[in-house]
Antibody, heavy 124, light 106 residues
Framework: EVQLVESGGNLVQPGGSLRLSCSAS????????MHWVRQAPGKGLEYVSA????????YYADSVKGRFTISRDNSKNTLYLQMSDLRPEDTAVFYC?????????????????WGQGTLVTVPS | EMVMTQSPATLSVSPGERATLSCRAS??????LAWYQQTPGQAPRLLIY???TRATGIPARFSGSGSGTEFTLTVSSLQSEDFAVYYC????????FGQGTKVEIK
């Protein structure tokens, strides 16, 4: 069974930093590109970032480019999101998501498994 | 930027009735369209991909149709567990989501 478990969410002051983690199990983590999607409280879903299977290629939404860094450690089956210069508009539940395709490239895709999410709060 | 627009924002339906949800893309996304269901406090769940293919374990009462810019999700006979928020997502370009349609009990 695929499991994605996020951690690291917290209350952080504007301008601060935080690192989210996502521990993956139930599939061959190193074969899949992985993604982060976020959801502000009471709002819709926003695509954040992607990383290919070996970590050599990444993508960022314009809203986080230059502030967030996605990475992975395939030896630990773990995905990361390093967030810096956090703003109140970054307040959201961050979901770690898996795409169904096994590929070394990152391409637009849908998401067949989602973690339960971790809440990041940046007060105004 | 690909903008996805869902309608209506809220749909009031009685249990057992049919629900029809719409999603429109600002440009053609071919059939690269997925639907998700989200219940309160839970992560989204994949229902449909490729505009019309049900994901593993999804009941046959859920169906998707459309291509290009116009898409529809139909729930043929609403069960109590189907009252939720539904999102469409295009993946023809970097993913973007609609704002959601809340299906509530009438």
């Amino acid at each position: 069974e695929v499991q994605l478990v996020e951690s690291g969410g917290n209350l952080v002051q504007p301008g601060g930093s935080l690192r989210l983690s996502c521990s993956a199990s139930g599939f061959t983590f190193s074969n899949y590109a992985m993604h982060w999607v976020r959801q502000a409280p009471g709002k819709g879903l926003e695509y954040v970032s992607a990383i290919n299977s070996n970590g050599g290629s990444t993508y960022y939404a314009d809203s986080v480019k230059g502030r967030f860094t996605i990475s992975r450690d395939n030896s630990k089956n773990t995905l990361y999101l390093q967030m810096s210069d956090l703003r109140p508009e970054d307040t959201a539940v961050f979901y770690c998501v898996k795409e169904p395709g096994s590929s070394n490239t990152i391409v637009p895709y849908y998401f067949d498994h989602w973690g339960q999410g971790t809440l990041v709060t940046v007060p105004s | 930027e690909m903008v996805m627009t869902q309608s209506p924002a809220t749909l009031s339906v009685s249990p057992g009735e049919r629900a029809t949800l719409s999603c429109r893309a600002s440009q053609s996304v071919a059939s690269n369209l997925a639907w998700y269901q989200q219940t309160p406090g839970q992560a989204p769940r994949l229902l449909i991909y490729g505009a019309s293919t049900r994901a593993t374990g999804i009941p046959a009462r859920f169906s998707g149709s459309g291509s290009g810019t116009e898409f529809t999700l139909t729930v043929s006979s609403l069960q109590s567990e189907d009252f939720a928020v539904y999102y469409c997502q295009q993946y023809n370009t970097w993913p973007s989501f609609g704002q959601g349609t809340k299906v509530e009990i009438k």
